[in-house]
């Protein structure tokens, strides 16, 4: 039977490409001479963590018959016999010469039989053992607990993780996955060449760099989130792939605080008829309860259950979060805590697409209303190569070109608009009075966005459900700056339930989160620009007024079906 073909996205600051650290076994402890691991509270540590790892020889190895679960024994009479019995001086015997004989299975384990799990053996240079990432607290002399792409994550979701049915081979046994890095949480420092890649891509990797070519937030002292450039190369590299003609889906993985606002970024920019997964872990692959494989293996049963189709060669789902069996529209989707059950629905209004049983069985149970991927207005492919932008000059504010494509519609860095967020709340104003110069904080940011020579926009988080700042002060300054082109969005704060409505001076963010509302502005303002700058923002003629209520209509009909 044909396996489907999936493309494995790499994003940044991954828990499910994490692993907790790599501990000094005590195996390794006691053979070095060295005080012996103890629990937490100072007790005795009665077992090594194992950690999968590669034989580097075959080793032969005798397993006791009816070990594998406590009741094995009481069914004995159902089992074949053992390969031969260990007798009482430690040697083997194809045959039982007394009852004290423990009878076992004689296994043959090789390096070509994949990833065993191990006792952890290595020790740092000094000779002392490692306990986390870093050489010693806090120092800047570290190892990499995240993966610098999804291919040994992936290999041990096969080797060890096992199924309902007790097998494994998980995702090998029905998908061909090809592995790329768009914004890796690892990455090889000292660099790669091309023979040694297991991801795909051409040539050697060269030495990268923490904060510019991957991004971790572990060890948390030396954590480096993406900037906003690198959201570009994000667009770029998965347009590639999933225009590549090479894929019947991709996974891309993430933070778990972060996941939801890449999955709506990508329902909105990635021009593309096929699904898109997106998977998240609240804890490290191999740490207890660790729930990132079962995410994994669930967006490979829903690609492969093509039930996402819409019967004409399309997508209905657009881009999904998949978390603890269930399916969440991208708009829709958030994080509300670090635990099982810790995504929710947001909006109020649905959410919730479907779900995976735990028989593996995948369903659709709604479709989402608003444009997405192929459909949306504001993907890749619809975006023009610039736009109308201002800017303050030395003679006040000025209209110009601003460039969004390079000539082979690749999405240029400097495009991704800088949208703020500013969250209000109740008796906000620092004093009486309606100065501006009481809110500085507010001045600088406008004043910083008609300087920096990009586009730029602002979210109010406000009252629920009408997203009204309660500084009247703060919202005149609002709409004077989008008479000088920066355009405002209104939204409920928290994860309202209701629907801000529309007025002629703001765009209604409905009932998006602040997160995706920036998101949604972003790609709006990609697509149509600044608004239109009246001479005197302070006073604004008929004309000027019409011309910047017809350019927030744009982008509110965008705001409506996105």
């Known amino acids: 039977m044909s396996k489907i073909r999936i493309a494995h996205l790499a994003g ?8 907790p650290p790599l501990v000094t076994s005590n195996k390794a402890r006691l053979k070095a001479g060295l005080p012996p691991m103890t629990a937490a509270n100072g007790n ?21 018959q009816f070990s594998a679960h406590p009741l094995e024994v009481d069914a004995a009479e159902l089992y074949g016999a053992p390969d031969g019995y260990i007798k009482a001086d430690g040697s083997f015997s ?4 007394s009852d004290a004989d423990t009878p076992v299975y004689e296994i043959e384990l090789t390096p070509d039989d994949g990833l065993y799990p191990l006792p952890y053996m290595a020790l740092q240079a000094d000779g002392s053992p490692w306990e986390e990432e870093t050489t010693q607290p806090f120092g800047d002399k570290t190892r990499q607990g995240f993966f610098p792409d999804g291919s040994r994550s992936f290999e041990e979701i096969d080797r060890l993780s096992i199924g309902v049915d007790g097998k494994v081979n998980l995702i090998g046994g029905r998908a061909e996955v090809d592995f790329y890095r768009p914004a890796p949480p690892g990455g090889f420092t000292k660099g790669v060449p091309h023979a040694d890649r297991a991801d795909t891509g051409p040539g050697d990797i060269p030495a990268e760099r923490l904060g510019y070519d991957f991004f971790a937030y572990k ?3 030396l954590a480096k989130s993406p900037p906003r450039p690198v959201l570009a190369k994000i667009t770029n590299e998965v347009q590639a792939v999933m225009a590549s003609g090479n894929y019947d889906g991709a996974i891309w993985t993430q933070g778990s605080p972060q996941v939801e606002e890449t999955a709506y970024w990508f329902n909105l920019l990635i021009d593309t008829k096929l699904p898109i997964a997106c998977n998240a872990a609240q804890r490290p692959q191999g740490q207890i309860s660790n729930d990132g494989p079962a995410n994994i293996v669930d967006s490979v049963t829903y690609i492969e259950s093509g039930i996402w189709k819409d019967g004409h060669g399309g997508n209905r789902a657009g881009t999904v979060v998949i978390q603890e069996q269930q399916f969440f529209a991208a708009r829709e ?20 697409i479907g779900q995976v049983t735990h028989g593996g069985v995948p369903y659709m149970t709604y479709i989402p209303a608003y444009k997405h991927t192929a459909t949306s207005d504001v993907n890749l492919t619809k975006l023009p190569a610039s736009v109308k932008a201002t800017r303050l000059g030395a003679s006040g504010i000025e209209t110009y070109d601003f460039a969004i494509k390079d000539s082979a519609g690749n999405l240029l860095a400097d495009a991704i608009p800088a949208v703020s967020i500013l969250k209000e709340g109740g008796y906000f104003a620092d004093s009486f009075g309606d100065d501006p110069a009481q809110e500085p904080d507010l001045l600088m940011q406008i004043d910083l966005k008609l300087k920096s020579g990009r586009l730029g926009g602002f979210v ?23 008479y000088m082109g920066l355009p405002m969005v209104r939204v409920g704060r928290g994860a309202q339930e209701g629907f801000a409505d529309p007025d002629p001076y703001s765009i209604a963010g409905l009932n998006l989160t602040s997160t995706k509302a920036r998101l949604l502005l972003m790609a709006a303002l990609m697509k149509l620009g600044h608004l239109p700058a009246a ?3 302070d006073h604004p003629t008929s004309d000027e007024v ?17």
């Open 535 to 537: 001479r005197d923002p």
């Open 44 to 64: 005795a540590s009665t077992f090594d963590p194992l950690r999968a790892q590669k034989l580097a020889a075959p080793v032969k190895v005798y397993v006791e």
């Open 333 to 352: 989707v958030a994080k509300v805590d670090a635990r099982p059950g810790g995504y929710v629905a947001t909006g109020g209004h649905g959410g919730i």
């Open 219 to 221: 060890p948390f002292h």
């Open 460 to 482: 109010v988080e406000g009252l629920v459900p009408y997203g009204m700042g309660t500084s009247e002060l703060r919202m005149r300054m609002l709409r004077r700056a989008s």
């Open 546 to 562: 019409a011309a910047t209520r017809a350019a927030l209509a744009a982008y509110q009909q965008i705001f409506n079906t996105h």
């Open 12 to 19: 940044p600051t991954a828990t499910i490409q994490n692993t």
């Open 94 to 97: 194809k045959s039982k010469t």
